[in-house]
């Protein structure tokens, strides 16, 4: 009865969704598995499987002369949402939690994976503490900001209100007194931030943050048949069209990163207008 799973309680649901992630990415769970990354015993470990298996009992089938649990073919997860990045940090070189740290050739990866990062500069924890600290608490803060159209570093006001991630980089959305206008700061070209726990309210409502458009995205009239068909599947496109919803603010780095190429040098997408 002590072993008994209670799968209200937030350890043993994460013990019970990391068993449907294992069957799911690996295709076998051990009683192993559970005891060296969770430190319970056999017995709790053969408790949380059987306690999964009546959540799921289509999940898997024991194996008793290889002394585990096999995954089935027509396994479907019930707890978690499947996410190849997450299997790819868990189980090909990323910690406990499934958070995805990196490797090189010499790691536990052992070459089955490679990620191509960008060459991005981060903002440091105290600049990014802090504006955080002004987009949640509302506060007007100045910044020392290097200007890439001046390329000079200036201080100036600002009243955040929103925060942006453009795919590569984070900005902070914003209210500059200097241009009274509303703009986007990359948080790595914030070298500087004062302490501030002054209030501020908005001028004026940010309308390029708050309306939303529709991007609808084809494939270029240039592909071939083939291409074009590949390009569909690719994205996922019903009827030849895939429609992404967007921040009008966030409009242009999403055109961005849509400027996608084929191998051969033709686009692969063109909007429509």
Same mark, same amino acid.
């Not at 019930?78 to 090189?104: C, I, M, N, Q, Y």
């Not at 996922?236 to 009008?248: D, P, Q, T, W």
């Given at each position: 009865m002590g072993n008994k799973t209670n799968?209200?309680?937030?350890?043993?649901?994460?013990?019970?969704?990391?068993?449907?992630?294992?069957?799911?990415?690996?295709?076998?769970? @051990?009683? @192993?598995?559970?005891? =060296?990354?969770?430190?319970?015993?056999?017995?709790q470990a053969s408790s949380d499987l059987q306690r999964y298996l009546e959540l799921n009992l289509a999940a898997f089938v024991y194996n008793l002369r290889q002394k585990r649990y096999e995954a089935t073919a027509e396994m479907q997860c019930?707890?978690?949402?499947?996410?190849?990045?997450?299997?790819?940090?868990?189980?090909?070189?990323?910690?406990?939690?499934?958070?995805?740290?990196?490797? =090189?050739e010499e790691s536990e990866g052992g070459g089955r994976v490679s990620v191509l990062r960008m060459p991005v500069r981060e903002a440091g924890a105290v600049v990014e503490r802090r504006v955080f600290l002004a987009v949640i608490n509302r506060l007007r803060i100045r910044v020392r900001y290097a200007s890439v159209n001046s390329g000079k570093e200036e201080w100036r006001w600002l009243r955040p209100h929103a925060l942006g991630h453009n795919g590569a980089r984070w900005h902070v959305r914003a209210w500059c007194e200097k241009n009274a206008d509303f703009r986007d700061f990359t948080l790595s070209r914030i070298a500087e931030v004062e302490w501030s726990r002054e209030e501020a309210e908005q001028p004026m409502v940010d309308q390029a943050w708050q309306e939303w458009v529709t991007l609808k995205v084809r494939p270029?009239?240039?592909?071939?048949? =083939?291409?074009?068909?590949?390009?569909?599947? =690719?994205?996922?496109?019903?009827?030849?069209?895939?429609?992404?919803?967007?921040?009008?603010?966030?409009?242009?780095?999403?055109?961005?990163?849509?400027?996608?190429?084929?191998?051969d040098g033709k686009p692969a997408l063109r909007l429509l207008e």
């Open positions: 799968d209200r309680t937030w350890a043993a649901a994460e013990r019970l969704r990391f068993i449907e992630t294992c069957a799911w990415w690996k295709g076998v769970v @051990q009683r @192993q598995d559970l005891g =060296d990354l969770f430190g319970i015993s056999m017995a019930v707890l978690t949402k499947p996410r190849l990045d997450e299997a790819v940090a868990r189980f090909l070189g990323g910690d406990s939690r499934g958070v995805w740290t990196g490797w =090189d270029h009239h240039d592909l071939s048949e =083939d291409q074009r068909k590949a390009v569909e599947r =690719d994205y996922a496109m019903r009827n030849g069209v895939l429609k992404l919803k967007v921040r009008k603010a966030m409009e242009g780095y999403l055109r961005d990163r849509l400027g996608l190429a084929m191998a």
